[in-house]
Every structure is written in structure tokens, then in C-alpha cells.
């Protein structure tokens, strides 16, 4: 049979399973020239030769891992984020285009501040698999870069990722602030946003897969949020930034968290590409002498 042939049987079975169409086509493709070590131009011009010996195997492995709805970055052991590869396994929330907006707030915001006199200090509380602390850490030249995480396995991912992208950060275990230094300019999360019911509903790439304390966090999906403003009521300098991921309905809300919390002020929540509200922005007061 022709790699072609593999993979359109095996973006049948992909169909069958649930998996729509366009995503099944793409997933297919993606896992053949995983199996083949080929790029995309190479499994376009090859695609109607005889199958490589070994490939049926490899192949057919990988399908029946996304058949189970395994998530491909799992199957394929990364995912991309701000144009770089991050190492991502299961035990480590798989990083989302959305969040990638915290990466644009943050490098617009430090393009208006200048050069100062110290490095600008950041920290990434939950850090996972480290994409925004390490992708903020290779944007920001001289930028000192902090991680936290509860999770000893994302720690050592994200240290893994930061070793093979090059990039400086100092990761501490532990919840929210962890043992960082304080105070710091810009304090960066994605924290656990999803609501105990809602929990039960999302597709099961998600709700099988991924850890649910990256995911979950109370009825409300607010309980995480809550303890970030906390958090940055605290760990930011005067002028500092908080950027902040949060899920779809929950903007009002977290618009009045941010009011209700004296020492920082409430500035707005960037739309996401698909006009949800998403990362929502705030700074901690100026001293008044």
C-alpha cells in the first residue's frame, strides 16, 4: 500500500470515532510523517510511493492512541506556542493559541516602558509546560524570569523546555508565589479557569487527558483567579502588571474582583481572536506620598 492509502484509512477511522472531518484529515497527516520523520512538502511528493518498511506499525500505533482521543501534542510529545516547539506530556497542560495573547499585552506593555535601570523582573505563576515564562524570557533580553508551579512533573518539563530553547528562567515549587522574589514588574498566569459542571461536558481530548487541577477550578471557575489578584495585590511593584487568562463568561466577574481589591486598579480585558473576552489586565497602584 501507498503512505497515501495508510492515510486515508486511517482518516476513516478517525471520522468514525467522532473526530470531524477537517480534523481528521489534518491528524492523519500530521501522524504519518511523524511516523516517517517528514516534513509536509516531503509526504506531499511522496505520499503515492510503496509505504516504508516499519511504517504500517508505527503508524497504526500512533492512529489507535488518537482514536482513543488521545490529544495529538501528547501523541507527538510537543506543541507550538509563539513560533518555538515546547516538550509537552501528559501531566502538563498543552499550551493554547489564546494564551499566546498574554505573550502580545506583555511585549507591547514593555515596549512603552524603555530601557531602565534594572532588568525588568517577571513572574509566571503556574507555570506548566514554562511557554509563557520562557517565551517572555527569549522576547525580553536581560528580563529576569521566575516560574511557579504546584506540580513537580511541569516543573521539570518546563525546566527541560527552558534548557532546550536556551532560555534563563528560575523555576520554584510551590503554589501562587511560591518562594519567588518579590516584588516583581509583571506577574503573567494562565491559571485553572473551568467550572466543576463544565468540567463534565468538555470533549474528552481535555477531560481524559489533561490534569484537572490545570483546569478546574471550583463551581464557579473562579476560585484560581481569586488567589492570582491575591497574588498580585502583593508580589507587584508599584506601576507593575498583572495578565491574566480567563474563560469565556467570566469577565464581569473578574472586572469586579479586580475593583474590589485596593491595591491594584482594574485597566480592561483584551478580546481573543474570536471576540471573547480573555486576558484581563490590571496594575498595582503608585505609593502616594
Not at 499550551?95 to 506593555?109: G, N
Not at 476560585?223 to 506601576?239: F, K, M, Q, Y
Not at 480592561?268 to 481572536?273: G, S, T, V, W
Amino acid at each position: 500500500m501507498t503512505v497515501h492509502a495508510f492515510v486515508r484509512h486511517a482518516r476513516a477511522q478517525l471520522v468514525a470515532a467522532g473526530i470531524p472531518a477537517e480534523e481528521a484529515a489534518m491528524d492523519a497527516d500530521l501522524l504519518a510523517r511523524h511516523a516517517l520523520g517528514w516534513d509536509l512538502p516531503t509526504l506531499v511528493a511522496r505520499s503515492t510511493e510503496e509505504a516504508p518498511v516499519g511504517f504500517e506499525g508505527r503508524f497504526q500505533g500512533l492512529v489507535e492512541r488518537r482514536l482513543r482521543r488521545e490529544p495529538m501534542a501528547y501523541i507527538r510529545g510537543t506543541q507550538e506556542f509563539w513560533g518555538r516547539d515546547f516538550l509537552v506530556r501528559p501531566g502538563v497542560l498543552i499550551p493554547r493559541p489564546e494564551t499566546e495573547f498574554i505573550i502580545e499585552e506583555a511585549l507591547a506593555w514593555a515596549a512603552t516602558r524603555g530601557p531602565g535601570p534594572a532588568p525588568l523582573r517577571i513572574l509566571d505563576i503556574g507555570t506548566g509546560s514554562g511557554c509563557l515564562a520562557i517565551t517572555l524570557a527569549l522576547e525580553l533580553a536581560g528580563a529576569r524570569v521566575a516560574a511557579t508551579d504546584v506540580s513537580p512533573e511541569a516543573l521539570e518539563i518546563a525546566r527541560e523546555n527552558a534548557r532546550r530553547l536556551g532560555a534563563t528562567v528560575t523555576c520554584h515549587l510551590g503554589s501562587y508565589l511560591g518562594d519567588a522574589d518579590l516584588p516583581v514588574d509583571l506577574l503573567v498566569s494562565n491559571p485553572p479557569y473551568v467550572t466543576t459542571s463544565d468540567y463534565e461536558t468538555i470533549q474528552p481530548e481535555v477531560r481524559d487527558f489533561e490534569p484537572i487541577t490545570a483546569l478546574v477550578s471550583g463551581d464557579d471557575g473562579l476560585d484560581a483567579i481569586r488567589e492570582v489578584v491575591r497574588a498580585a495585590s502583593t508580589a507587584l511593584a508599584p506601576g507593575g502588571l498583572l495578565l491574566m487568562e480567563i474563560g469565556y463568561g467570566q469577565a464581569a466577574e473578574v472586572e469586579r474582583l479586580i475593583a474590589d481589591t485596593r491595591e491594584i486598579t482594574f485597566l480592561r480585558i483584551a478580546d481573543d481572536l474570536q471576540g471573547v473576552p480573555r486576558i484581563a489586565k490590571a496594575a498595582r497602584r503608585q505609593l502616594v506620598r
